[in-house]
C-alpha cells in the first residue's frame, strides 16, 4: 500500500459550514452559484470560506454535499464524460489505429494517453501517437534466453548507473538492413561496447520529419487546430520481470483485481527515448513504459475515471502555470495509488467531491517529500529532477489553497463551472448536442483516413473521400449541426469558420 506519512487517506474528510450564512452548498446544487442576480458566483473562488475537516458537523451538511458530487458527475455526462461516450472513444480510437497500420511496415502505431483512455474531447487535449518498431527487441539479460532471429535487431538493457525505470541499450546483435536512424544512433562506449543513444534516436527522427519541438520522448506536429506528439519506441520483452514487484505487492481493497495483476504483465512494454531528468547519462538512457496501463483506467469505476478528469482539469488551470512539469501522468499515478489504497465503498459517485480532496492532500504530501512513485515502478520518482525551490514553495501553498477552499475547488474547472450555472434541461440537450456532433465528427475523421495510402497526397485523400455519398452525408449532418445556415453562406473562408466552429464546440 501507498501510504504518506501524516496523512491517513482512509480518514473520513467532510466539509464544515460555510462562514458567511449566504454561501449553503444545498444553494449551489440547486442554482449552480452562490447567491442570486448580481451577487452570483465569486470572481475570486479561491477567496471562498470553506474549510476541510477530520469529523463531521452535522448530516444535512453531509447530505449537501453528496447532493453536489452526484450534480457535478451528471455535469460531467453532459460535457462529453459519460460512460457511454469514453467508450465510444475508445473504440473509434481502436478503429482508427487499426485503419492507419494496414500499410505500415517497419513501425506499427498506437494512439496513447487521454485519447486512448477515451477521458477527453477531440481537440481538448494532444494527439499521443506511439511508434514501435517491428524488427527490434530489447530484454533483460536473463541466463538461459532464446536467441532471437537474425531479422530482428537486440539489445540488452543495462540499468547500471541509471535510476530506476531507465536503461542504457547495449547492442547485442544487429539485423541486416537495419533502420538507418537506429545505425546512426549508435555510439561506442570507452568499453568497446555499443549503445544507442535516445538524444540521437530522437534528433534523427526529429531531422527526417522536419519537426523543431521536443518534449520528452515527444515530437511535437501541430496547426492552427490541433496538434500531435510522436513518440518512437522500441519493444521490450521483459516486462514479467520489471513488474515482479507490482505483481507482488500486498494489497488490501482488491484493485486492481487478481485478473487484472495475471494479465497485465503478459502485454507489452516499450522503451522510449528520453533519460532521466537529473542523469548525467540522460542522453543515452531510455525509459520503460507499459500498455497494461490502460488496462488499469478502463477498470475505473465511473466516480475514479471522472476523479482523474477533474484532477487533470484542477492540474491544468491551477498547478500546471506554477510549474510545467505537473502533467496529466502525475494526476494518473495519484489517482493509481489513490485507489489501491481505498476501499471500493469509498467511490461511491455520492463522495466525487471528498476524493479530489483525498487526492490533493495525497499530491501535497508526494509534494512536500519531493517523491511521488511510479505506480508501475515503485522505485521511479515521478518527481525527481522536476520541481525547483521556488515551484515547490508555491505549488505546496496553492495546495493548501485548494484544500481549504474544500467543495468549490470544483469551481476551478472553468467547463465545470459554466456547465454548473446551466438551467438542468438546457445543458442536457446540450450535451445530447455535442455528443452527437462528437460522433459525426470522429465517424468523419475515420472515413478520410480510410483513403490514406503510402506517398498518397493530403489532397487526393481529400479529392477521394469528396467522391463518397456516406462521406459527404456525414459532412452535412455535421455543418446542419453546428452552422444551420451554412448552405447559405458564399465567402472563401468557409472552411475556417466551420472548422473554428467545431474546434470551439468539441474542446
Known amino acids: ?17 460555510f462562514a458567511s450564512p449566504k454561501h449553503h452548498l444545498m444553494e449551489f446544487v440547486v442554482n449552480g452559484h452562490f447567491g442570486t442576480g448580481a451577487d452570483a458566483l465569486p470572481n475570486n473562488v479561491s477567496s471562498a470560506s470553506v474549510r476541510v475537516y477530520g469529523e463531521l458537523e452535522n448530516l444535512k451538511m453531509l447530505d449537501e454535499l453528496f447532493l453536489m458530487s452526484v450534480r457535478v458527475s451528471e455535469v460531467l455526462d453532459q460535457l462529453g464524460y459519460s460512460e457511454s461516450m469514453v467508450r465510444y472513444r475508445c473504440e473509434a480510437t481502436e478503429r482508427l489505429d487499426g485503419i492507419l497500420n494496414r500499410h505500415r511496415t517497419d513501425y506499427f502505431g498506437i494512439t496513447i494517453g487521454s485519447k486512448q483512455e477515451g477521458y477527453c474531447c477531440p481537440f481538448e487535449s494532444d494527439r499521443d501517437v506511439m511508434f514501435i518498431h517491428k524488427t527490434v527487441i530489447c530484454r533483460l539479460q536473463v541466463a538461459g534466453s532464446s536467441p532471437l532471429p537474425d531479422t530482428h535487431t537486440e539489445f540488452i538493457m543495462d540499468n547500471e548507473y541509471c535510476n530506476p525505470g531507465y536503461y542504457r541499450l547495449e547492442l547485442k546483435h544487429k539485423a541486416e538492413g537495419e533502420d538507418s536512424n537506429i545505425t546512426a ?78 494479465e497485465i504483465p503478459q502485454l507489452p512494454a516499450y522503451l522510449v527515448p528520453v533519460g532521466c531528468k537529473s542523469s548525467e547519462n540522460k542522453h543515452m538512457e531510455w525509459r520503460v513504459c507499459f500498455i497494461g496501463e490502460l488496462k488499469l483506467t478502463d477498470s475505473f469505476m465511473e466516480s475514479q475515471y471522472k476523479l482523474y478528469i477533474l484532477l487533470k482539469y484542477i492540474n491544468k488551470h491551477v498547478l500546471k502555470p506554477i510549474c510545467k512539469d505537473m502533467s496529466s501522468f502525475i494526476m494518473k499515478n495519484v489517482v493509481f495509488w489513490y485507489v489501491e489504497s481505498t476501499s471500493r465503498e469509498s467511490f461511491s459517485i455520492h463522495n466525487l467531491v471528498v476524493n479530489i480532496i483525498s487526492c490533493l492532500k495525497m499530491l501535497q504530501q508526494s509534494i512536500r517529500e519531493n517523491n511521488l512513485p ?51 434541461a438546457e445543458l442536457i440537450k446540450q450535451g445530447r448536442w455535442r455528443d452527437k456532433l462528437e460522433k459525426l465528427w470522429v465517424e468523419m475523421w475515420n472515413m478520410w483516413w480510410a483513403y490514406c495510402l503510402p506517398g498518397i497526397e493530403v489532397e487526393e485523400m481529400f479529392r477521394q473521400a469528396g467522391r463518397s455519398h456516406s462521406f459527404i452525408n456525414v459532412w452535412q449532418e455535421m455543418n446542419d449541426l453546428v452552422w444551420p445556415q451554412w448552405r447559405l453562406y458564399q465567402g472563401q473562408d468557409f472552411p475556417t469558420i466551420y472548422r473554428r466552429k467545431i474546434l470551439i464546440a468539441l474542446k
Open 185 to 262: 544512433a549508435m555510439v561506442e562506449h570507452i568499453n568497446g561496447r555499443e549503445y544507442v543513444s535516445s538524444e540521437k534516436y530522437t534528433y534523427l527522427f526529429r531531422k527526417s520529419f522536419n519537426l523543431s519541438t521536443v518534449s520528452g520522448p515527444a515530437l511535437t506536429e501541430c496547426n492552427d487546430y490541433q496538434s500531435w506528439d510522436y513518440v518512437f519506441a522500441l519493444p521490450c520483452i521483459s516486462q514479467k520481470q520489471l513488474l515482479s514487484e507490482w505483481i507482488n505487492r500486498p494489497r488490501y481493497h482488491n484493485w486492481p483485481s487478481p485478473e487484472l495483476i495475471q
Open 374 to 424: 511510479y505506480y508501475m515502478i515503485r522505485g521511479r520518482n515521478l518527481l525527481r529532477g522536476r520541481i525547483n525551490l521556488t515551484q515547490h514553495h508555491h505549488l505546496i501553498a496553492k495546495l493548501d489553497e485548494l484544500i481549504q477552499e474544500g467543495p468549490i475547488v470544483i469551481m476551478r474547472c472553468p467547463k465545470v463551472r459554466l456547465a454548473l450555472q446551466m438551467p438542468s
Open 1 to 17: 500500500m501507498y501510504s504518506l506519512d501524516g496523512y491517513d487517506i482512509q480518514k473520513p474528510i467532510t466539509v464544515a459550514r
